[in-house]
């Protein structure tokens, strides 16, 4: 008799652990909708599915969460490994200047169509799991309409769902907050929605994030505003952020000395958009630069290189991975197996690791969800 396994979640680590599945298992995928639909939206649409960092050593340093526990799954299923992985399965992939990899058609969709091409063998099951109980042998699975058996469990359920089936199972999560996310702001500028400003130095607690950022309808947002967004997923809201909009070597000072005859306005917007400049410097901008009191140099100096906002929450826009899942003390780093459950093994987001910005997170569930498959394939 072949060895039964349960997919719970049909998303990309559980697809990838199904699709390096022993075939000659009876594999199930359940999902509560379509499989990898959550894959659609990755890269706006074009599937940033790795980062061109092909030392697992430094691969791991942009994981603010789990990035010990990672070093032993990326020695062996790396960046190398999913471009292989890929390839094999017909998604060419290629690589940008910023180091992000894509697939060459830049459609997530056909990542998708390929993905399920290999997944024929398997049945999927559109049903919600709600309980997972594990019996003397093997493993019961309760759905709103029926209750499964099988041999092996493997849980995929992302970031947003999941936690109360583990704990169930004696299992602990770290609180989920979201990470690689916008921010609410006071100011908010609501004005300057849709204005970003390219190469900003954003410093919190003594660490500089440096990066573009974009106003929105009620904050911040953009590369920069994510990555600090990871590094702080846990801290408390409101806390205050300042930001140099200029990050660069201009000395103001010298530059209203050598334009004396240049007006204001006119001067800074050659550095900066000029909607954010009517915006923030609250001086008359058609002022000749001679004219202008040192004092006032002094506040123009100072609010385009020390804008201060208050950070108040997150908003709900970016790649919004999950900070928090599932306790990896609790989760052999080698084979993600439960250490509590034998035969239950836990990949992808619902872990308590998560990368940055940059096909980190993908990467996280192709190696989780492929070591997953090869540790189940050595069970009989
Ligand atoms: C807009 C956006 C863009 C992104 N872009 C990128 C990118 O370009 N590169 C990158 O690396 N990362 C990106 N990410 C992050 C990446 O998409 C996630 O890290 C990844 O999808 C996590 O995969 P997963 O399989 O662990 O979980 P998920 O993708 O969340 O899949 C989990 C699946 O489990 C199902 N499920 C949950 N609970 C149950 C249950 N009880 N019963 C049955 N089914 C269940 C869900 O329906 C879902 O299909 C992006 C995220 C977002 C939101």
Known sequence: MSL????????????MAACNLNKDFEITLFDKQSPLKTLLPTGGGKCNLAHAEFDFKELVKNY????????????????????????????????????????????????????????????????????IKKLSTGFELTSKKSKYYFDIVIISTGGKSGYKILQDLGHTISEPKPSLVGFKTTPCLKELQGVSIRNC?????????????????????GPAIFELSSINARKEFPYNITIDFLNSDIDLQELFNNNPHKNLGNLLSEYLPKSLIHEIIKTNLNEKCHAIRSNTKELINMTLRNFV????????DGEIVTCGGINLNEINPKTFES???SSLYVCGEVLDADGLCGGYNLQLCWSSGYLCATDVNLKE
């Open 64 to 131: 603010p969460r789990g990035e010990k526990f990672l070093y032993s799954a990326f020695s062996r299923f790396g960046t190398a490994e999913t471009i292989s992985f890929f390839e094999n399965i017909g998604v060419k992939t290629y690589i940008r200047d910023d180091k992000r990899i894509f697939p060459i058609s830049n459609s997530s969709k056909d990542v998708r169509n390929k993905i399920l091409d290999k997944l024929h063998h398997c049945k999927f099951q559109k049903e919600e799991i709600i309980s």
């Open 309 to 316: 906002f208050e950070i108040n929450g997150t908003r709900k």
């Open 201 to 221: 130095k954003i410093i919190c607690d003594k660490k500089e994030f440096i990066g573009d950022i974009i106003f929105t309808d009620n904050g911040i947002s």
């Open 4 to 15: 039964k396994i349960a997919v719970v979640g049909a998303g990309p680590a559980g697809c």
């Open 339 to 341: 250490k509590k459950i």
